[in-house]
């Protein structure tokens, strides 16, 4: 559905959308016991999946539960506290509020992830969300991946290579690309030249400045917390309960890199979703932007948005990036009827369907829609 920017009224949009923060109300105690019911919903798959991967080697089921934990300590807990989403709520704990979230030594028990908290909070909260779609967002699928989509290597190679990519994504790409963003940040600041790309061997290499970050504030302290320290818990019940963990853990990243990819990768990229190659100006813009730019999956009950990481009221969010979870759900019908006042498409459909559309994107099957220049704001 191709939409004529210039029929769209940016001043009415905008005013539609700011009048949804009047019904939404400020953040409340309620909204913070929903989190944390969320939050001992992953961390007892978690405990439940490690109680289980000992028992025998290759635990398919233990790996799943570990994952799913994994999973929701990023899409549940991080994601919505790091963008602030309960520092108002009145006496909330310091350590769900986006200043202490994960810093320091609480990063072990808040969010132990291969990705830097510091650095995905920067590409992510500011360079993603307030460039979403252009040359800037460090989250555009087409720009990342134009070397595939332009390559001349056999169409069934480059499926090989997105699923295989897919498997460990969170370590070959995003922990090094939101370290990028972030050194590049500082570097702007200091007057040095900025690193264009992550795909180069001093990114990697620990003797680098670059690498050595990458390892000791990235790779290592993941490694040392899944791979080292949970297995060496079960070593009382022997070497083989602990070589099973092992085995588990390292089964259980292969899940949560999918898992994540899947619900992660389709919310901007496919054929029928827009980019675009100048930054917007204006608020009514900005507002279309995260609509035209964005997909919704399926939504339903809590245990539904669980499994999806609250990723599927992805519009919702980029409206509203600094909400609870609970509030995505009350306002979902309410940005629907506006994107239908507007003429806007709102869409919305199964995880699977919109992960296909995006890995066909990624090796060059499909295109991505393009706004190459940019209409003037009323607002």
Not at 86 to 115: C, L
Not at 276 to 298: A, D, M
């Amino acid at each position: 559905m191709q939409i004529q920017r210039a029929q769209v009224d940016h001043k009415q949009l905008a005013i539609d959308i700011y009048a949804i923060k009047k019904t939404i109300g400020k953040p409340t105690i309620e909204d913070l016991q929903h989190l944390r019911k969320v939050e001992r919903w992953g961390r007892g798959l978690a405990v439940l999946g490690y109680l289980i991967a000992w028992v025998f080697p290759f635990n398919i089921l233990g790996a799943l539960l570990i994952s799913t934990g994994n999973i929701c300590r990023w899409a549940n807990v991080a994601h919505p506290v790091m963008h602030g989403a309960y520092d108002k709520v009145p006496d909330v704990p310091k350590h769900y509020t986006r200043k202490r979230f994960a810093k320091g030594w609480r990063r072990i028990i808040d969010w132990m992830d291969w990705i830097e908290p510091e650095s995905w909070d920067y590409e992510h909260n500011t360079k993603h969300h307030y460039n979403l779609g252009e040359k800037s967002d460090p989250d555009n699928v087409a720009m990342n991946l134009k070397w595939l989509r332009e390559s001349n290597i056999p169409m069934w190679i480059r499926y090989v290579i997105v699923i295989s990519f897919a498997c460990i994504w969170k370590i070959a790409y995003y922990a090094p690309n939101t370290l990028k963003v972030q050194t590049n940040s500082e570097r702007e600041k200091r007057g040095e030249t900025q690193h264009a790309s992550f795909i180069r061997l001093a990114a990697w290499s620990p003797f680098s400045e670059d690498g050595f970050r990458l390892w000791t504030r990235c790779y290592l302290p993941y490694i040392s917390f899944r791979f080292v320290l949970m297995p060496l818990l079960f070593l009382p019940l022997g070497v083989d309960a602990a070589l099973n963990v092992l085995m588990a853990s390292l089964l259980a990243e292969v899940f949560t890199n999918l898992h994540s990819f899947f619900i992660i990768t389709p919310n901007h990229s496919a054929e029928d979703v827009y980019s675009f190659e100048e930054p917007s100006k204006g608020r009514g813009e900005f507002y279309l932007r995260q609509i035209i730019g964005t997909v919704n999956y399926k939504t339903g009950s809590d245990r539904f948005d669980f499994l999806h990481g609250w990723l599927n009221y992805q519009i919702e969010h980029h409206l509203f990036p600094s909400l609870p979870l609970n509030h995505y759900q009350k306002m979902q019908p309410i940005v629907k009827e506006i994107c239908k006042k507007h003429n806007l498409p709102y869409r919305q459909e199964g995880v699977f369907k919109r992960a296909r559309m995006t890995i066909e994107l990624m090796v060059g099957k499909t295109n991505q829609l393009v706004i190459k220049c940019r209409v003037p704001a009323e607002y």
